[in-house]
Structures are given as structure tokens and as C-alpha cells.
């Protein structure tokens, strides 16, 4: 049997505690050891809360027991996300986690929509959502998987503390076999002949070799950045935030989605915990002062404020690759967007993912690196779209961010897309990549672009039956939201692990 391949992880956080969690869970300990070398004198970024619900299939994929982990994070369910005044003033729409309409109709659900808007309905979208419509509400409860309804069409996220999860990691990644090892690096050693990164040299004098390295070292790129000189490609022209202030403050509802509210120079999160409520300004410098945007963040939270604002500056972009020589990067160090659709989380998983499933042996097959490198610029530019698109595609003239988003020449894959859906209701579907056609279809509709034409289909339909149906399917939506638990009686319950599948009203459809 071959030697194990020694793989070194620099950085801890949520991106180097996911990684050690998923090598040691899904790698057997004869295949590779597993090395986390962390100071705790070094912060970590940590003010990404929300996820996107691929979070619950790394979570099974490395057997994480939900109710656990929620108790450990202070977590709370997640069904999508509002955004308020982005379109315009006095706009608000859901991005929710599920389809529109009934089951297995998300393909065709918003064509049939648009028929029926043209024949005088009034209804938006999200009103045939049964997450959109549960988070509204603030209700909760499992999708149904064992037949198709109503209340299987949608899946869910989470909120939860970060910095609590990271430790969370910690404690089961060292449980199943991955080593730490504390102390700052002082020198990162370069094999003469190939390049490759050979050893970490910390500054009490231990020298650390490996095989392969990981670099989650956050904005800092040790490994990938500095060491190896990978190139970064700067995406700001498109996404021009550039600082962002973060802030607790005492707990208020319980919420299950995020919001997203539109500024004076940017946007403002407000993240539901069960223990406090985080809150955060994602603003531009070119368009506002850091103590005026920390004044107006302090001005708009409802509850009091637990902390002081703490300041992340960043620059929008990635690393030209994730995976060069023997050196992967994971997380910041391989690229940042800001959190405005959750995605940090993502990519820090897909990375993971991608890499377990392209592990290479002691020595590289640069086949294995390339597809990985493939795989993730797809996922990059698939996500710099459409976080591209909720600012492209706004309607706002009160200042002068939103005139100049509004305004700017967009990546010519978006374009496309944009053109595409205005003419004739058409979502691209691809496989690789977060954002399916029912996250498209949010933004377009919810900042007000409605396409000049819809599908033949949709006319099979007589208008006056469709409309019935469509009202129809609007009150049996808000029927099952009324039979669900409230989010907070329902983590209640599920903390104290009752029995909470699915309400008990709800057991009669069933």
C-alpha cells in the first residue's frame, strides 16, 4: 500500500476547520493525514452567518447531526432572503429556497404566471412560493420527502454564529483524526527545482512539510498569493462595495430569512440568531464616509446595539486559478464577494468538495488541477453574474451608487442572460454552478424586469381557468403556511429534540 499523502492546511476559521472536517470524514486515515497549522493570535474574518442550502448537504455528506450543531452555533433556519428598496423605493421581494408554484412545475410555473399577469392578476411571484410565503409569516417545519406537495417544493439554510461553528468543526474534525498544530508561519520554504511549496517554517523553529497544501489563510494568501505569486483578477468596476461594518445587537424576531436593505451606498444584512441579531453595512468608500455609513448602520438597528462597529475592508475579485503546484487555496485566499446572497460558504464547500473528489496522489497529475481550476472559475463568474445583476438591474435615482450600477457596461454573459429573459421569459439552466432558475427568475421580476413575451404554452390554458387556478393555489398556499409552527416555537421544540417533522395540523394532508 502506498504512503499516506500528508496534506497541510494553514489557516483555521470556517474555511480551514470545514476542510480538515471533510478530509478526515470523507478520506480514509490510510489514504492521508491531515495537518491544521493555526495561531490564535491571528483573527478571523467571521461575519458571514447566513448560508445557502448546500450548507445541509456538506453537513450529511460528513455526518453532522443538525439539532447538535444548531444547539452548538446558536443557529436558526433559513428559507431565503428579502431584499427591501432595491428595485426602488419602497420595493420588496423574496428570494426563497424552493420553486414557484406547484410540484414539478418550475420550468413552465412562471410562464403561466405571466400569461395570467397579462390578462389583469395582480399577484408577484413569491405569492406562489410556499418558502417565500412561510418566511413571511415567520413559519417553519421540514419539507415533506416522502411525495410530491406543496410543502416539499423547498428547502432550507441556515443562520448561525460563525465563529461558533468553526469551533464547532474543530472539536469533530480532531475527533475523527486531523492533528493542530499552533504557531504563526515565519517562512514558507519553495523546492528549488519544481516550485512547489515544500515546508512551513514556524517561528518557534518547527519545520512542517507536506504533500499537498491547503491555503486558508483569508485575505492574506499566503501560500497561493505571496508564496507562489498567483495573480488576482479584480472585479470591482462591477461590484464596487469595498468596506464593510458589522454589529450585534440584542435579539428580536426570529426571523427565518435574511434581509437585505438597500442604502444610501450599498446595502445593509440584518441575520436573525437565536441569541442575538447580526447587522452590517456593505458600502462603498468612493460614495460615503466610514463614520457616516457607521452612523446611519447604528441609526437603523431595532434592537440595542451589543458592540462597536468593526470595519472589513476587501476588494472584490478572485485568484486568476484556485489550485496551482501543489497548493490549493480555499476561502479569502482564494477569492471574496460580499455577502450579498450568502455565497462565501458556498464556495468555501464546493472547493472542498471538488478537491476530495480530485485528490491527488504524492505526485500531481496537472489533470486533476486543471479540472479543478475549471470547476471553480465556472462557480466564480456564475456567482460574480448574479450578484452583478441586483445591482445592474435597479430602478433607483436617489444617489449616486445606484445611478452609477445602473449605468455600467456588465460582463457580456450577463448581458445575455438579461436580453434573454426580457424578450422571452428564458433562464438559462446550468449544471455547474449556485444559482438555479428560480433565483434568476426572483431577481428579474422582484426589480421590476418583466419579459416583453412568454412561452406558446401558456396559452393552452383558458385565461379564466388559469387565473382560478392560480388564485386557487394562492389560498391553499397560505392554508398550509397557517398550519406550520412558528420558527421560534419550532427550534424551541427541536432543541429539546420533540418530534417536529411536520405540524401537527399539517399530518392530515398527508
Not at 476559521?13 to 491531515?34: E, Q
Not at 436558526?76 to 406547484?102: C, N, T
Not at 464556495?347 to 486543471?370: E, F, T
Request: charge should be negative; charged fraction near 25%.
Amino acid at each position: 500500500m502506498s504512503k499516506p499523502l500528508d496534506i497541510v492546511i494553514l489557516g483555521g476559521g470556517t474555511a480551514g476547520w470545514m476542510t480538515a472536517a471533510a478530509l478526515v470524514s470523507l478520506i480514509p486515515l490510510s489514504r492521508c493525514r491531515v495537518r491544521l497549522v493555526e495561531s490564535e493570535e491571528i483573527g478571523i474574518v467571521g461575519v458571514g452567518e447566513a448560508t445557502f442550502p448546500e450548507i445541509k448537504k456538506f453537513n450529511d455528506a460528513i455526518d453532522i447531526e443538525e439539532a447538535e450543531m444548531m444547539r452548538a452555533t446558536k443557529a436558526a433556519f433559513k428559507l431565503g432572503i428579502e431584499f427591501v428598496d432595491w428595485g426602488f423605493k419602497g420595493s420588496r421581494y423574496i428570494h426563497p429556497f424552493g420553486a414557484h408554484g406547484p410540484p414539478n412545475m418550475d420550468h413552465i410555473f412562471h410562464h403561466l404566471w405571466l400569461r395570467a399577469r397579462s390578462l389583469g392578476l395582480t399577484s408577484q411571484i413569491d405569492d406562489y412560493s410556499f418558502a417565500a410565503q412561510a418566511a413571511r409569516n415567520c413559519r417553519f417545519e421540514f419539507p415533506e420527502t416522502r411525495r410530491p406537495t406543496l410543502n416539499s417544493t423547498y428547502t432550507y439554510a441556515y443562520h448561525f454564529d460563525a465563529g461558533l461553528f468553526g469551533l464547532f468543526l474543530r472539536g469533530l474534525a480532531e475527533q475523527r483524526g486531523a492533528a493542530r498544530t499552533e504557531g504563526k508561519v515565519l517562512e514558507v520554504i519553495l523546492d528549488p527545482q519544481s516550485g512547489q511549496v515544500r515546508s512551513l517554517v514556524l517561528e518557534s523553529g518547527e519545520t512542517i512539510s507536506g504533500d499537498l497544501f491547503i491555503d486558508c489563510s483569508g485575505f492574506r494568501s499566503l501560500l497561493l498569493g505571496q508564496a507562489l505569486g498567483v495573480g488576482w483578477e479584480d472585479w470591482s468596476k462591477w461590484l464596487p462595495c469595498d468596506r464593510a461594518l458589522a454589529v450585534p445587537s440584542e435579539r428580536d424576531e426570529l426571523s427565518p430569512y435574511t434581509r437585505s436593505t438597500a442604502m444610501e451606498a450599498g446595502w445593509r444584512w440584518r441575520i436573525p440568531l437565536q441569541h442575538r441579531t447580526g447587522n452590517g453595512y456593505v458600502f462603498s468608500s468612493s460614495f460615503i464616509e466610514e463614520g457616516e455609513a457607521a452612523d446611519s448602520l447604528l441609526r437603523s438597528l431595532d434592537t440595542k446595539v451589543l458592540g462597536e462597529p468593526r470595519l472589513l475592508k476587501f476588494t472584490t475579485g478572485r485568484r486568476t486559478v484556485g489550485w496551482e503546484k501543489n497548493c490549493v487555496a480555499v476561502g479569502l485566499a482564494s477569492g471574496f464577494f460580499e455577502p450579498l446572497e450568502s455565497t462565501s460558504i458556498y464556495l468555501i464547500q464546493i472547493a472542498i468538495m471538488n478537491l476530495v473528489r480530485l485528490l491527488p496522489g504524492k505526485s500531481i497529475d496537472p489533470r486533476l488541477r486543471d479540472e479543478f481550476n475549471r470547476l471553480m472559475e465556472l462557480q466564480y463568474e456564475r456567482i460574480r453574474d448574479f450578484l452583478i445583476l441586483h445591482y445592474k438591474l435597479n430602478g433607483r435615482d436617489d444617489s449616486e451608487i445606484w445611478r452609477y450600477c445602473a449605468a455600467m457596461d456588465v460582463p457580456e454573459s450577463l448581458t445575455s442572460k438579461i436580453e434573454l429573459f426580457r424578450h422571452s421569459a428564458i433562464i438559462e439552466r446550468y449544471r455547474e454552478g449556485l444559482f438555479t432558475p428560480i433565483s434568476w427568475l426572483s431577481v428579474f421580476t422582484g426589480q421590476g424586469l418583466m419579459p416583453e413575451s412568454y412561452s406558446p404554452f401558456a396559452d393552452a390554458i383558458p385565461g379564466d381557468e388559469l387565473i382560478s387556478k392560480l388564485e386557487e393555489l394562492r389560498a391553499e398556499i397560505a392554508d398550509r403556511v397557517d398550519e406550520m409552527l412558528p420558527h421560534d416555537r419550532f427550534i424551541q421544540r427541536y432543541r429539546a429534540a420533540e418530534p417536529v417533522g411536520v405540524s401537527v395540523a399539517a399530518e392530515a394532508h398527508l
